[in-house]
């Protein structure tokens, strides 16, 4: 094995291969490093829909192939069931762009093809980084590699980040389990659905023609619960569509289960310049937003195409910075069961249902279109002055002043981080 390269990447996730794509591109010696071993497709349960942004990222780094597999579904935007009856809206991407829909083991299987194949790449499989320095890394066996540039693409648990400050205790916020049912189709087919309900919201969207992923959100204080199937069946009847009921059902006591905790961990922290991090290595929000693959895909091709680090970590943070407050901002909107939030629910749908403009809008942000403070806070505040005006008229103004002050403190928390935040 050769020892030395320009560029070391730990991790052959999305992220990982395609940051060891583009540096290789640009004329970079890389080395690839995956800890599970050849052969081994991931069958785990994670990203699964990209934005059109991720999708303009693979064609732009080569892996062509991945998209254009004939009968993979394309996502053409959001179908969003609030529930209690109510028709659905429907959010479609600007200007017609479009999205994609795969098993999440097949876009990696695919995009490892691609890497192992290109020049200046030596993609090594089954080697789990142990310990990670400005000049290189150390694997499992206590054999050291050296290299200008170590890029930790290794995920949420990333020994990378791990190297540079120590243990994340980030605590999660739910969990969530998926659950994949055959010969069924999606109410719209191109669509990827969010079903308000219990025991928070549900996620389903077509992986393949005929092949349906359900996504359960379940907050942690159903943590006992959670493990009983008769306890999740009763809880998601009613919110999932008629026809996904019975093999749904089936699935679930079949014990065909797959469960991931989730956290958010803010994109603040992209390392030194020498130990680089990207993907959820950097950070991550809750998959209601699917915004993880497409942060990596970019983050990879920045990092490569940016000569200075801290010119990269400054767009890199401004890119992401308003997604992640949607992210955050949605997710209370739609698992939170207080009165006030409830109201809030009501008020957001109804401003996407009458309101093209605001479709748009929200779209762009999670299309990575728009980067402004301002896209985001109008539509927030129209939506938290809806809530008010709908809210449970029987509960005191001083209740509902307070529920608008909880809802007010994550923007401002937002704004705050961003101007007291060390400058890198
Ligand atoms: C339930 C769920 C649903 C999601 N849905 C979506 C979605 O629909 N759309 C979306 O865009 N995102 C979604 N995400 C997020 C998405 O899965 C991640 O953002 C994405 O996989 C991150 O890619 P990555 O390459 O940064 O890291 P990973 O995909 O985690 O890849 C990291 C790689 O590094 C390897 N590795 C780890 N440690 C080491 C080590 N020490 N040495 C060597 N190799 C190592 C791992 O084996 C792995 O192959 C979802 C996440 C979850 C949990």
């Known amino acids: ?46 990203g699964e829909w990209l934005h059109p942004e991720g999708v303009d990222a693979l064609k732009q780094l080569g892996f062509g192939s991945t998209i254009s597999i004939q009968g993979r579904p394309r996502g053409r935007g959001f ?47 089954g080697l789990r980084v142990e310990l990670a320095d400005d000049e290189g890394v150390v694997l499992e066996s206590g054999e050291r590699l050296e290299a200008n540039m170590v890029v930790g693409a290794d ?30 189709n999606a109410p719209y087919p191109d669509y990827g659905h969010v079903f308000l309900g219990k025991p928070s919201f549900l996620l389903g969207y077509e992986i393949a023609p005929s092949v349906v992923r359900i996504c359960v959100d379940v907050p942690l204080k159903f943590k006992a619960e959670m493990k009983d199937p008769e306890w999740l069946i009763a809880s998601i009847r009613d919110t999932l569509p008629l026809v996904w009921r019975q093999p749904c059902e089936e699935q679930i006591r079949g014990g065909h289960l797959q469960w991931q905790s989730i956290q958010f961990i803010d994109r603040a922290d992209y390392g030194n310049g020498r130990r680089v991090l990207i993907g959820d290595a950097v950070g991550h929000s809750h998959p209601l937003t699917a915004t993880g693959i497409t942060n990596g895909l970019i983050d990879a091709i920045e990092l490569v195409q940016t000569a200075d680090f801290r010119a990269f970590v400054r767009s890199r943070r401004r890119a992401c910075r308003v997604p992640e407050l949607l992210s955050r901002a949605l997710y209370d909107c739609f698992s939170k069961e207080d009165a006030f939030s409830h109201s809030l629910r009501r008020a957001v749908v109804s401003l996407w249902r009458n309101d ?40 005191t103004v001083m209740a509902g002043l307070s529920s608008i002050a909880s809802w007010i403190r994550l923007p401002m928390a937002y704004a705050m981080a961003s101007w007291v935040r060390p400058k890198t």
Not at 371 to 393: C, I, M
């Open 356 to 395: 093209k403009e605001e479709r748009d809008r929200t779209m762009g942000l999670l299309m990575g279109k728009s980067r402004s403070f301002l896209t985001f806070a109008g539509p927030f505040f129209k939506a938290l002055f809806g809530a008010w005006q709908g809210r449970d008229k029987t509960t």
């Open 1 to 46: 094995m050769n020892n030395r390269a320009d560029v070391i990447v730990v991790g052959a996730g999305p992220a990982g291969c395609a940051v060891a794509r583009a540096y290789a591109l640009a004329g970079r010696s890389v080395t690839l490093l995956e800890a599970n071993p050849e052969g081994k497709s991931p069958k785990r349960f994670a």
């Open 79 to 125: 179908v969003v069931y609030p529930g209690d009856g109510e028709s659905p809206v429907k959010l479609d991407y600007v200007e017609g762009q479009l999205g994609l829909a795969f098993h999440h083991g097949d876009l990696v299987g695919e995009m490892r093809q691609v890497v192992a194949s290109t020049d200046r790449v030596t993609f090594l499989r």
């Open 155 to 184: 995920g949420r648990s990333s020994i990378v980040r791990r190297s540079l400050r120590g243990a994340n205790n980030h605590k999660a916020v739910s969990a969530m389990t998926g659950i994949l049912i055959e010969g069924v």
